[in-house]
C-alpha cells in the first residue's frame, strides 16, 4: 500500500502536467499498481520523464536561477518591475533573507519559493522508486544494460538535487531508499556531498557516452554530465570540510583528464552564432541543460531567465520596452571586462552604463507573441546546468588550490582564448583570485554567481562583493536560503529543523 500511494502520487503528477510538455513525450498513467505497471520499457520511460517534468519545474518555472545570481552582486534595480517586485529583489539582493519572510506580493512569494525544499525531494524520490523498481521490468522488456542505464540516471538526478539542496540550505536529510517514510534528521553537508559522489562514481560508467537521440542531445545525462556533476560535488565538499582538501581537488583534476576524453564536447569560441547554440542547449559545449524550445510547446516562467531582469526590446519585452530593470555597477563591470574581451562586446550593449540602457545580450534565443506594434519578445534559451567552459575553469581552479599554477593557467587560458582575451600570467593567491572572476566572467547570469561567492569564502572579503558577512554569520549560517518547514512536515518528522540563523 505504501508503494502504490508513491505510484499514484506521481501519476497525479504526470496526469496534471500541462499539455505543452510534447517534447518529453509524458504519457498520462492511469494506474500505477505494482500489477500493471513497470511491465514494459515504455514504463520505465515515462516514469523517468516524469522525474524530468520535476526537475523542470525546479528550473524553469521558478525564479532560482536569477535569485542565486543576483544575490550578493553587484547589480541594482534601475527600473521598477511593478509593485511588488523592486522591494523583494532589493532585499535579496543586500541578503536581507527576513525581511522576504514576511514579505508579501508576487516576487516576496517567487523567491519564498526557493526557501522550500519539497520539490527537491519529490525529485529525489522519484528516483529513488526508479532505481528500485525498475529491476522489477522482466528481462525480455529491458535488457540489463538498460536497466544499468535508467538507474545511473535515477542517481544522477538525485544527485544533483542533492547538490543543490546543500547549496541553498547547508545540511539535508540523505536517503537513497525507495518509498522511505523514515524521520530522519539532517545529515552535515560534507556527508551529503562524500555520499553522492561514491553514488556516482559507482554508477558513472552505466550512462552512455552519448545519447542514442538526438531529441536528447544536451538534456539526457550522459558519462560526461555525470563527470560534471561529480566535479561539483567533489568542490562543494572542499569547501566545507575541515580536513585535507587536497584529494576533492585531486578527483577535480582526474575528471577533468576523463571528460577531455570524449570528443563529442568541446570549448566554444565566443560568436553570436555559438551564444545562441549554448544557451539553446545542444551544442558541443552542453553537458546537461532543462529545455525550453518554444516550436515544441515547452516554454519557461518569463522571470526564470536572467533576461526577464536584464534585457529590453528587441531580447525581451515590447517595443515600448525601452529599459531593463536591472543594471550592473559601472565599476564592477569595468573591472570585471577590463581587458580585450570579446564577450564585453558579444553579451552587452552599453555594458557600464549603470542605467536602465543596460543590454543583457547573453540569452538571444527568442520567441514572440503577437504582431506588428504589439508583438512582445520572451526568452527561447534553455536553463543551462553543466557545460564545458564551467568544468575547465573548475579544473583550474582545483588545480591552483594544489599550487599547480602553470597546469592552472593551462586550463583557465582555454576559456581566454576562446573569448579572445590574454592570457594570465598570475601566480599564487593571485592566479586564485583571476581565476575566480574569470568564472564571473564567463558564467554571469547562469546561476553561479553567489553559489561561488559562498563555496570559495570571498564573500566575507569586500574586495568581492559589496554585502560583505562577517565570518561568524557566515559561520552561522548566514550564507544559506532560509528553509520554510510547514507544521505538518514538522509534526511529520520531529527531527526536522530549518536554518537556525533565520529562524
Same mark, same amino acid.
Given at each position: 500500500?505504501?508503494?502504490?500511494?508513491?505510484?499514484?502520487?506521481?501519476?497525479?503528477?504526470?496526469?496534471?502536467?500541462?499539455?505543452?510538455?510534447?517534447?518529453?513525450?509524458?504519457?498520462?498513467?492511469?494506474?500505477?499498481?505494482?500489477?500493471?505497471?513497470?511491465?514494459?520499457?515504455?514504463?520505465?520511460?515515462?516514469?523517468?520523464?516524469?522525474?524530468?517534468?520535476?526537475?523542470?519545474?525546479?528550473?524553469?518555472?521558478?525564479?532560482?536561477?536569477?535569485?542565486?545570481?543576483?544575490?550578493?552582486?553587484?547589480?541594482?534595480?534601475?527600473?521598477?518591475?511593478?509593485?511588488?517586485?523592486?522591494?523583494?529583489?532589493?532585499?535579496?539582493?543586500?541578503?536581507?533573507?527576513?525581511?522576504?519572510?514576511?514579505?508579501?506580493?508576487?516576487?516576496?512569494?517567487?523567491?519564498?519559493?526557493?526557501?522550500?525544499?519539497?520539490?527537491?525531494?519529490?525529485?529525489?524520490?522519484?528516483?529513488?522508486?526508479?532505481?528500485?523498481?525498475?529491476?522489477?521490468?522482466?528481462?525480455?522488456?529491458?535488457?540489463?544494460?538498460?536497466?544499468?542505464?535508467?538507474?545511473?540516471?535515477?542517481?544522477?538526478?538525485?544527485?544533483?538535487?542533492?547538490?543543490?539542496?546543500?547549496?541553498?540550505?547547508?545540511?539535508?536529510?540523505?536517503?537513497?531508499?525507495?518509498?522511505?517514510?523514515?524521520?530522519?534528521?539532517?545529515?552535515?553537508?560534507?556527508?551529503?556531498?562524500?555520499?553522492?559522489?561514491?553514488?556516482?562514481?559507482?554508477?558513472?560508467?552505466?550512462?552512455?557516452?552519448?545519447?542514442?537521440?538526438?531529441?536528447?542531445?544536451?538534456?539526457?545525462?550522459?558519462?560526461?554530465?555525470?563527470?560534471?556533476?561529480?566535479?561539483?560535488?567533489?568542490?562543494?565538499?572542499?569547501?566545507? &570540510?575541515?580536513?585535507?582538501?587536497?584529494?576533492?581537488?585531486?578527483?577535480? /583534476?582526474?575528471? #577533468? !583528464?576523463?571528460? =577531455?576524453?570524449?570528443? +563529442?564536447?568541446?570549448?566554444?569560441?565566443?560568436?553570436?552564432?555559438?551564444?545562441?547554440?549554448?544557451?539553446?542547449?545542444?551544442?558541443?559545449?552542453?553537458?546537461?541543460?532543462?529545455?525550453?524550445?518554444?516550436?515544441?510547446?515547452?516554454?519557461?516562467?518569463?522571470?526564470?531567465?536572467?533576461?526577464?531582469?536584464?534585457?529590453?526590446?528587441?531580447?525581451?519585452?515590447?517595443?515600448?520596452?525601452?529599459?531593463?530593470?536591472?543594471?550592473?555597477?559601472?565599476?564592477?563591470?569595468?573591472?570585471?571586462?577590463?581587458?580585450?574581451?570579446?564577450?564585453?562586446?558579444?553579451?552587452?550593449?552599453?555594458?557600464?552604463?549603470?542605467?536602465?540602457?543596460?543590454?543583457?545580450?547573453?540569452?538571444?534565443?527568442?520567441?514572440?507573441?503577437?504582431?506588428?506594434?504589439?508583438?512582445?519578445?520572451?526568452?527561447? &534559451?534553455?536553463?543551462?546546468?553543466?557545460?564545458?567552459?564551467?568544468?575547465? /575553469?573548475?579544473? #583550474? !581552479?582545483?588545480? =591552483?588550490?594544489?599550487? +599547480?599554477?602553470?597546469?592552472?593557467?593551462?586550463?583557465?587560458?582555454?576559456?581566454?582564448?576562446?573569448?579572445?582575451?590574454?592570457?594570465?600570467?598570475?601566480?599564487?593567491?593571485?592566479?586564485?583570485?583571476?581565476?575566480?572572476?574569470?568564472?564571473?566572467?564567463?558564467?554571469?547570469?547562469?546561476?553561479?554567481?553567489?553559489?561561488?561567492?559562498?563555496?570559495?569564502?570571498?564573500?566575507?572579503?569586500?574586495?568581492?562583493?559589496?554585502?560583505?558577512?562577517?565570518?561568524?554569520?557566515?559561520?552561522?549560517?548566514?550564507?544559506?536560503?532560509?528553509?520554510?518547514?510547514?507544521?505538518?512536515?514538522?509534526?511529520?518528522?520531529?527531527?526536522?529543523?530549518?536554518?537556525?540563523?533565520?529562524?
Amino acid at each position: 500500500m505504501k508503494k502504490l500511494k508513491y505510484l499514484c502520487v506521481l501519476a497525479a503528477l504526470l496526469c496534471s502536467t500541462s499539455s505543452c510538455e510534447k517534447f518529453l513525450n509524458v504519457v498520462p498513467i492511469d494506474a500505477l499498481s505494482g500489477n500493471n505497471f513497470w511491465q514494459t520499457q515504455d514504463d520505465a520511460e515515462s516514469f523517468a520523464n516524469g522525474i524530468y517534468v520535476r526537475l523542470r519545474s525546479k528550473f524553469g518555472n521558478s525564479i532560482l536561477i536569477p535569485a542565486t545570481e543576483m544575490r550578493g552582486n553587484y547589480v541594482a534595480v534601475k527600473n521598477d518591475l511593478d509593485a511588488s517586485g523592486t522591494g523583494p529583489m532589493n532585499n535579496l539582493i543586500s541578503n536581507n533573507m527576513r525581511a522576504l519572510l514576511s514579505g508579501g506580493g508576487t516576487y516576496a512569494d517567487r523567491l519564498r519559493e526557493v526557501m522550500n525544499w519539497k520539490g527537491w525531494y519529490d525529485v529525489i524520490q522519484a528516483s529513488n522508486i526508479l532505481h528500485y523498481e525498475v529491476d522489477n521490468i522482466p528481462a525480455n522488456q529491458l535488457s540489463a544494460t538498460e536497466k544499468s542505464r535508467y538507474k545511473a540516471e535515477a542517481v544522477f538526478t538525485r544527485n544533483l538535487s542533492y547538490l543543490y539542496l546543500c547549496r541553498l540550505y547547508g545540511d539535508a536529510i540523505y536517503y537513497t531508499e525507495a518509498y522511505s517514510q523514515k524521520s530522519l534528521p539532517r545529515t552535515a553537508q560534507v556527508d551529503v556531498m562524500k555520499n553522492c559522489i561514491a553514488d556516482m562514481t559507482a554508477y558513472k560508467n552505466d550512462l552512455p557516452v552519448r545519447v542514442t537521440q538526438s531529441s536528447y542531445t544536451g538534456i539526457r545525462p550522459t558519462r560526461a554530465s555525470a563527470v560534471a556533476l561529480l566535479m561539483h560535488l567533489n568542490m562543494w565538499a572542499a569547501a566545507w &570540510d575541515t580536513n585535507d582538501k587536497k584529494p576533492y581537488y585531486t578527483a577535480v /583534476l582526474e575528471l #577533468a !583528464e576523463e571528460l =577531455a576524453s570524449y570528443t +563529442d564536447y568541446k570549448v566554444l569560441n565566443k560568436s553570436v552564432e555559438n551564444t545562441k547554440l549554448i544557451f539553446k542547449g545542444r551544442s558541443a559545449e552542453n553537458l546537461f541543460g532543462i529545455l525550453q524550445n518554444f516550436n515544441y510547446g515547452e516554454t519557461f516562467s518569463p522571470w526564470s531567465n536572467y533576461s526577464w531582469f536584464f534585457s529590453r526590446y528587441p531580447y525581451r519585452g515590447s517595443m515600448q520596452k525601452v529599459n531593463s530593470h536591472f543594471a550592473y555597477e559601472k565599476e564592477y563591470m569595468e573591472k570585471l571586462y577590463a581587458t580585450a574581451d570579446s564577450r564585453r562586446t558579444l553579451w552587452f550593449d552599453n555594458y557600464n552604463a549603470d542605467n536602465a540602457t543596460f543590454q543583457f545580450k547573453k540569452f538571444i534565443n527568442t520567441y514572440s507573441t503577437g504582431s506588428g506594434s504589439n508583438v512582445t519578445m520572451f526568452s527561447d &534559451d534553455s536553463a543551462i546546468i553543466f557545460r564545458m567552459s564551467d568544468m575547465i /575553469l573548475l579544473a #583550474a !581552479e582545483a588545480a =591552483a588550490e594544489l599550487d +599547480d599554477d602553470e597546469l592552472a593557467k593551462s586550463y583557465v587560458n582555454q576559456i581566454r582564448d576562446a573569448a579572445g582575451a590574454p592570457s594570465f600570467t598570475s601566480q599564487g593567491n593571485e592566479l586564485k583570485n583571476d581565476i575566480y572572476r574569470e568564472r564571473c566572467r564567463e558564467l554571469i547570469g547562469e546561476g553561479h554567481y553567489y553559489f561561488d561567492l559562498v563555496r570559495t569564502k570571498r564573500i566575507v572579503n569586500s574586495d568581492f562583493t559589496k554585502r560583505v558577512m562577517t565570518v561568524g554569520n557566515f559561520n552561522a549560517g548566514a550564507w544559506t536560503w532560509p528553509l520554510t518547514i510547514s507544521s505538518t512536515e514538522q509534526l511529520a518528522n520531529p527531527n526536522l529543523i530549518g536554518n537556525t540563523y533565520w529562524n
